[in-house]
C-alpha cells in the first residue's frame, strides 16, 4: 500500500477539522513536489481547504506540481475569483498552458478576474502559434535600465523576485522595452560592496548577446540552449524589444515533447499531443494509429500492382517468390536505418540542407559496403533453402538483388527526410514505416526486373 493511501485519512481529518496549523506544517514539511503528490489523491474540494490555510507563494509552487488533469478539476471546480488569485502566483507561460486546456467558458470566466497586466499577458503569449519560442516563453523576467546603480538593481531585484522563474540573469531595457545588455546575479553579487556603480560599466552589452525571435520555432531555442548551456534565453520581436525568457526547464519539457512527437511519428502514429498512452481513451488511440496504418496499407497496393505486372515470370519461375520477403525486408531496414541516422542528425544541428551531397556520397559508399555484405549472407541463405535444387547461377540473382535493393534503399532513405525537411515538413514524418514501403516497392520492383532479364529466359 504507497504511502499516498495512508496519509488519505489523516490529511481528511485535518481537512473536517479545518485545522490550519496542521495544514501549514504538512505542506512546509516536505518538497512542494512531494507535497503535491499526496495532496492530488484529494478531491479538488478537499485540496482547496488545505491551498486555503498555506502561503499564496507556497500554494502555486505545489499546484505546478500537480498532473495537468487535476489542475484542470481544481480550475474547474473551485471559486473562481481564488483561483484567479491562484494563477496569477504562478509562471505566465504555465497559465496561458492550463487556460488553454480548462473549458473556454470558465476560461473566460477567470480570465476576466485576473489584474489588468495579467491579462495583457495572457493574450499576448496566447497570440503566439503552438511550437514558436512566443508561445513557449515566460514574460517573468527581472527588468532593469542601464543607467541604474548596483544598489538601485539590487533593491529593484528585491521587488520582482518573487514573481520571477530565474534571476540568474537580469536583463537591462531601454525606455522602449528593447534589450541593450545583460547582467549576470554573480557579477553583481560580487560588487555588492559597490552600491554606486552604474550597472552599465559591467553589463554584457546587446551586440554579443545570443537572442531567439518570439516567431522563430521552438527547436531553435532548444538548439541554442544546447549549444551555449544558457540557464535561460530572450526573446525578443523583429525590432529588439524584448517580450520574456526561455528558461531551461521549459527547454527541457519543448526537447522532451519533441522527443516523444518524433517517437510516434517514428512509428506512424499521429501524436498524442496532450493525452498520455494509459489516459487516452481507447477509441482515440485506435483513430491516431489507424490513420496512418490505413495510408500504409494503400501504399502497398504498388508493391502488388508490381507483383502483378511480373506475374508471368513468378509463374515460370516459382522458387523466385520463396527470396522476396527477406530481399525486401532488407531493403526496409538498410532504408530505415538511414532514415533514422539521417532524421537524428538534423534534429541535433549536425547536418542542414546543404550537405545533401555529402551524404549522398556517404550512403552510396554504404550502399556498397552493406550491399556487398548482404549480397554474401543472401546467397548463404538461397544455398541453405535450395542447395542443388536450383542451379548457382540462377541463385546468383539473389545476392545480386539484395545488392541493388539494399544500395538504392540505403540512398532513398536518407534523401526522403531531407526532401521533407526542404518542403518545410517535419522530418520525422518520413518515419521507418514509411521508408519501408518505399523499399519494399523499390527492391520488389528491383527483384521482379532483374529476374526478367536474367532467369526468366531460361525457362521458356
Known amino acids: 500500500m504507497s504511502a499516498n493511501i495512508l496519509l488519505l485519512p489523516e490529511l481528511r481529518e ?7 496549523a496542521e495544514m501549514r506544517v504538512f ?14 489523491e484529494l478531491e479538488p474540494s478537499e485540496i ?12 502555486a509552487e505545489i499546484f505546478s ?18 483561483v484567479a488569485k491562484l494563477l496569477e502566483e504562478t509562471p505566465s507561460d504555465d497559465r496561458v498552458d492550463l487556460l488553454d486546456e480548462v473549458d473556454p467558458e470558465i476560461a473566460e470566466e477567470v480570465k476576466k478576474l485576473l489584474s489588468r497586466e495579467d491579462q495583457q499577458d495572457v ?3 496566447s497570440a503566439y502559434e503552438e511550437d514558436t519560442c512566443g508561445a513557449e516563453m515566460s514574460s517573468d523576467f527581472v527588468r532593469l535600465r542601464a543607467d541604474m546603480t548596483v544598489g538601485e538593481a539590487i533593491a529593484k531585484i528585491s521587488e520582482q523576485t518573487h514573481l520571477m522563474e530565474t534571476v540568474y540573469y537580469l536583463y537591462v531595457l531601454d525606455g522602449e522595452g528593447r534589450l541593450v545588455g545583460v547582467v549576470s546575479a554573480k557579477d553583481l553579487l560580487r560588487r555588492i560592496n559597490q552600491q554606486n556603480v552604474p550597472i552599465s560599466t559591467f553589463m554584457k552589452a546587446a551586440g554579443t548577446l545570443v537572442t531567439v525571435n518570439a516567431n522563430a520555432k521552438r527547436e531553435e531555442a532548444i538548439s541554442l540552449v544546447e549549444k551555449y548551456d544558457f540557464i535561460a534565453i530572450p526573446v525578443v520581436d523583429s525590432s529588439g524589444k524584448m517580450l520574456g525568457v526561455i528558461t531551461h526547464d521549459d527547454v527541457l519539457d519543448a526537447a522532451v515533447e519533441e522527443l516523444v512527437e518524433d517517437a510516434h511519428m517514428s512509428a506512424a502514429v499521429t501524436p498524442l499531443e496532450d493525452e498520455t498512452y494509459m489516459g487516452a481513451k ?13 495510408i500504409l496499407l494503400f501504399g502497398a497496393i504498388t508493391t502488388a500492382l508490381i507483383l502483378k505486372l511480373f506475374n508471368n515470370v513468378s509463374d515460370r519461375v516459382t522458387w523466385l517468390v520463396a527470396f ?15 532514415a533514422t541516422l539521417v532524421i537524428t542528425a538534423l534534429a541535433t544541428g549536425e547536418i542542414s540542407l546543404l550537405d545533401w551531397k555529402r551524404i549522398a556520397r556517404r550512403e552510396m559508399l554504404m550502399g556498397v559496403i552493406l550491399g556487398l555484405a548482404m549480397g554474401v549472407c543472401g546467397l548463404i541463405n538461397a544455398l541453405i533453402i535450395y542447395g542443388t535444387a536450383v542451379p548457382l547461377l540462377q541463385l546468383l540473382l539473389v545476392p545480386l538483388s539484395v545488392f541493388f535493393v539494399v544500395f538504392s534503399s540505403n540512398i532513398t532513405g536518407a534523401m526522403l527526410p531531407l526532401l521533407f525537411q526542404k518542403l518545410k515538413l517535419d522530418p520525422a514524418l518520413m518515419s521507418n514505416p514509411f521508408v519501408a514501403g518505399v523499399s519494399d516497392t523499390l527492391g520488389t520492383f ?15
Open 65 to 82: 506540481y500537480f498532473e495537468r488533469d487535476v489542475q484542470i478539476r481544481i480550475v474547474e471546480t473551485c471559486p473562481r475569483n481564488e
Open 324 to 338: 522476396l520477403p527477406m530481399i525486401v525486408s532488407t531493403g526496409g531496414n538498410s532504408g530505415g536505418q538511414s
Open 446 to 460: 528491383i527483384y521482379m526486373a532483374l529476374a526478367t532479364i536474367l532467369v526468366a529466359p531460361l525457362y521458356s
Open 282 to 294: 481507447l477509441l482515440l488511440l485506435a483513430r491516431k494509429r489507424f490513420t496512418w496504418l490505413a
Open 27 to 40: 505542506c512546509s514539511a516536505l518538497h512542494p513536489a512531494s507535497t503535491a503528490e499526496f495532496l492530488q
Open 48 to 59: 482547496w481547504v488545505i491551498f486555503r490555510a498555506i502561503d499564496p507563494a507556497l500554494r
Open 123 to 125: 493574450a499576448l503569449l
Open 14 to 20: 485535518m481537512i473536517a477539522l479545518n485545522d490550519a
